[in-house]
């Protein structure tokens, strides 16, 4: 392997060597986790893998979310964001990630790209229509 930080067992070992953790906050990239492995394409896929979040680090140090759909498969290692719904995460997904309730109340940021088919307004309006 040759990246650090890809799983929550390796955030939270790099949490663990720091003096003063009690400072330290967590953000949540779909995209990221999804391209290391993590299920969140399916309602049981988010519901597992935050609660492995839970586990390993601990919902307390979850702050922010980054939303964004994925242009690479679960597990591919590919870094590359898609429109919300438009990619392998999926509306399926994003439905069961916006209602979670262990996050449903935390800051969001949408990082999509912006092009032709849709802007980030198009984007936000996607995630309110999940998020209802």
């Known amino acids: 392997r040759n990246s650090m930080g890809s799983n929550f067992l390796d955030v ?17 990239d779909t995209c990221h986790s999804y391209a290391a492995g993590m299920d969140l394409h399916t309602e049981k896929g988010v519901i597992q893998t935050l609660a492995s979040f839970d586990k390993d680090i601990g919902f307390d140090k979850l702050k922010v979310v980054h939303l964004n759909d994925s242009r690479g498969g679960q597990g591919s290692g590919l870094d590359r964001h898609e429109h919300i719904g438009m990619g392998y995460i999926g509306s399926k997904g994003f439905k069961a990630i916006l209602h979670h309730e262990a996050i449903r109340e935390l800051p969001w940021i949408l990082e999509t790209p912006e092009d032709e088919r849709r802007d980030d307004k198009g984007n936000l309006e996607m995630v309110r229509k999940l998020a209802k």
């Open 12 to 28: 939270r070992e790099i949490m663990d060597g720091v003096k003063k953790r009690d400072r330290l906050g967590v953000c949540l």
